[in-house]
């Protein structure tokens, strides 16, 4: 059988940290076949095609970009990821990395021409696509694998079993921050991260709410997020300061905290982490990550430059950096690159080891009922505190309760309700 296609839709930011390069190594493994990246215009692709690192680290490897790099670089071509898609023998992999609205369309343009996929997080907006996402994969025998790489840093692994031999007995009172640099408000989220939109917890929270659910089984069922309001560069208003409690389904508490405004002198890419204080029997127990604080601390003769360099920098070894192993190139390595090769592993096995659809469809049941892998069936609390998220916040705070069953939704708590 030769290595699939894979086609990303999409060349911004998470295509270039990290979606590329990790393609690009398993391409050099001979686990993937030619890759395809589509965006908006072409003037990202030229970017990532005249990377000078994706040269030094990938030497005589590219993609084919679409739109092509010869014509007007500006020119939007909504339309033709579509195009490119329906073109791909069915059975390949399609990778969804555009803006969160635009996740469902790609996807279901993606499932009709009978792809796998995976999609960066969050997979869609609503609980009711997800489900239909879900019904369309199923029907298919297809992978949905949604792309949160968290839970392939080792020390999650390490929590979430532990914890689910009892070792922490269960959680009581939990925080979480994850505050990104300042200068991101800068970049192209001064366009569209906008109070209408989106807001701090609804970008970044997601990955601590869906960590706390991967350590523990815990649901999440009640949320409420009190954000400030702050004006971007370009005038644009957005809740660039936010701060989230939600309740999970054993009353425990969990708040979490997120902004857009790290400060760019301080060390590190951005500041975050995870602290569960759990009880059991007669005692409590603790769960402690620093994910900024990895140990390192680097003391450089100047700074890079780049938005957010410090002369004085505390960088992570364990989301995505590139090593020299003796060549060819370099090789990326962490928990960035692990987590796309454990989905695109996935749908490689599915191919390789099923025989019709009622075997796929066992398969994708029991990838579901591992819990590892992110799937629409498994992680759908995640949309829904997406909507609980984006009612409360807009709702000057209010809670909003999750409900859970045959017709998943959110809706506004009533006092004493
Ligand atoms: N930690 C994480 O898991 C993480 C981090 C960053 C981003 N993301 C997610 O990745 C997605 C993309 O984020 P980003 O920061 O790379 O955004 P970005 O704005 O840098 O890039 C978006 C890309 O989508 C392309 N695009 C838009 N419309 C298109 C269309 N119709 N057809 C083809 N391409 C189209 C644009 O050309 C651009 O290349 C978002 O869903 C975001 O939430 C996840």
New binding site residues.
């Given amino acids: 059988m030769s290595p699939p296609q894979v086609t990303v839709?999409?060349?911004?930011?998470?295509?270039?940290?990290?979606i590329l390069p990790s393609l690009y190594h398993m391409q050099r493994r001979g686990r993937i076949g030619e890759i395809s990246i589509?965006?908006?215009?072409a003037?990202?692709?030229k970017e990532l095609a005249e990377s000078e690192l994706f040269a030094r680290a990938f030497p005589g490897q590219s993609f084919r970009p679409?739109p092509e790099l010869s014509g007007d670089l500006d020119r939007?071509?909504?339309?033709?990821?579509g195009e490119v898609v329906a073109r791909m023998p069915p059975r390949q992999i399609v990778v969804?990395?555009?803006?969160?609205q635009?996740?469902f369309e790609?996807i279901m343009t993606a499932l009709d021409a009978g792809q796998h996929l995976l999609s960066?997080?969050?997979l869609v907006l609503t609980a009711r696509e997800s489900l239909i996402v879900e019904q369309e994969a199923r029907a298919r025998g297809l992978l949905v694998g949604i792309?949160?790489?968290?839970r392939f840093d080792d020390r999650s692994l390490m929590a979430r079993s532990r914890y689910r031999a009892g070792l922490f007995g269960e959680l009581r009172l939990g925080t979480a921050c994850l505050l990104e640099k300042w200068h991101y408000r800068h970049?192209?989220f001064q366009n569209?991260c906008t109070v209408e939109n989106s807001d701090a917890f609804t970008?970044?929270g997601c990955?601590y709410v869906d960590l706390v659910q991967f350590i523990t089984g815990l649901l999440p069922v009640a949320v409420s997020v009190y954000g400030v309001r702050d004006r971007y560069p370009n005038g644009n208003e957005g809740f660039l300061w936010t701060d989230a409690r939600v309740i999970w389904n054993n009353g425990a508490c969990l708040n979490v905290q997120n902004a857009l405004g790290f400060p760019d002198a301080a060390p590190g890419t951005n500041t975050q982490g995870l602290t569960l204080y759990c009880a059991g029997g007669d005692c409590g127990a603790l769960i402690s990550h620093s994910d900024q604080y990895r140990g390192l601390k680097y003391c450089y003769t100047r700074s890079s430059g780049e938005p957010g360099a410090t002369v004085y920098a505390e960088p992570s070894p364990d989301y995505l950096q590139y090593v020299d192993l003796g060549g060819p190139g370099l090789v990326p390595v962490g928990y960035g690159y692990r987590s796309i090769e454990h989905i695109l592993e996935a749908a490689l096995r599915l191919e390789a080891e099923t025989r019709d659809l009622a075997e796929r469809q066992e398969r994708l049941r029991q990838i579901d009922e591992a819990g590892i892998m992110a799937t629409p069936a498994n992680s759908r609390y995640n949309e829904l505190v997406i909507e609980a998220a984006r009612l409360s916040i807009l709702n000057a705070g209010r809670e909003a309760v999750i409900e859970y069953g045959e017709k998943p939704g959110v809706r506004l708590r009533e006092w004493g309700r």
């Avoid at 839709?9 to 990290?18: E, K, L, N, P, R």
């Avoid at 589509?38 to 215009?41: E, I, K, R, S, Y």
């Fill in positions: 839709v999409g060349g911004g930011m998470i295509t270039h940290d990290q589509c965006a908006l215009t003037r990202p692709l679409y939007p071509r909504p339309e033709l990821y969804v990395a555009v803006p969160d635009l996740h790609v960066v997080k969050p792309e949160y790489h968290k970049s192209n569209w970008y970044v990955h």
